[in-house]
């Protein structure tokens, strides 16, 4: 077994090698989308009870821009949700443009993809709740960021 994570270990910091050299913007968008995740999970109340589970599933806004305890929208949390992704879809389309010719298709893929997991993943924190209004606002943000990604892309 030590034969194995020796193997692995020396495999991962081959490639990590391989991307920073080719690709530096690569290793920022890996860890910025680690430091998201964390970020909007934050409090850590992972929840192991199938009653709170189900307090949360039958708790979740699937109407768009629609909260239940407030009567108008809250831009503080719009910009909370927007920002960062303009971040990520800036971060991503520098990133993916080298790899693939599809860089935007990809970016504004993997993006929806991360919005969408750490809404999910609230499903199971005690102190939160499924908001269909969080992925539209994370993907305005991506967008936002993959447009201004690409007009700095092509202004030079």
């Known amino acids: 077994?030590?034969?194995?994570?020796?193997?692995?270990?020396?495999?991962?910091?081959?490639?990590?090698?391989?991307?920073?050299?080719?690709?530096?913007?690569?290793?920022f968008l890996i860890s910025y989308s680690l430091l998201l995740f964390l970020a909007f999970m934050y409090p850590f109340d992972i929840s192991i009870d199938i009653g709170d589970i189900r307090r949360a599933?039958?708790?979740?806004?699937?109407?768009?821009?629609?909260?239940?305890?407030?009567?108008?929208?809250?831009f503080i949390n719009i910009g909370l949700n927007i920002f960062p992704f303009i971040?990520?879809?800036?971060?991503?389309?520098?990133?993916?443009?080298i790899y693939s010719s599809i860089a935007i298709f990809n970016t504004i893929f993997l993006g929806f993809c991360l919005a969408t997991l750490i809404e999910i993943c609230q499903i199971f924190m005690v102190?939160?709740?499924?908001?269909?209004?969080?992925?539209?606002?994370?993907?305005?943000?991506?967008?936002?960021?993959?447009?201004?990604?690409?007009?700095?892309?092509?202004?030079k």
């Open 1 to 27: 077994s030590n034969i194995f994570l020796t193997s692995f270990k020396d495999k991962l910091f081959h490639q990590v090698n391989i991307i920073r050299q080719r690709n530096p913007f690569l290793i």
């Open 87 to 97: 971040i990520f879809g800036f971060l991503g389309y520098a990133a993916l443009r």
């Open 57 to 74: 599933l039958k708790g979740a806004n699937l109407i768009p821009f629609y909260d239940y305890s407030q009567t108008n929208l809250s």
């Open 127 to 155: 102190s939160r709740m499924f908001d269909v209004t969080g992925i539209i606002l994370r993907g305005i943000g991506i967008l936002s960021g993959v447009f201004l990604s690409v007009i700095n892309y092509y202004r």
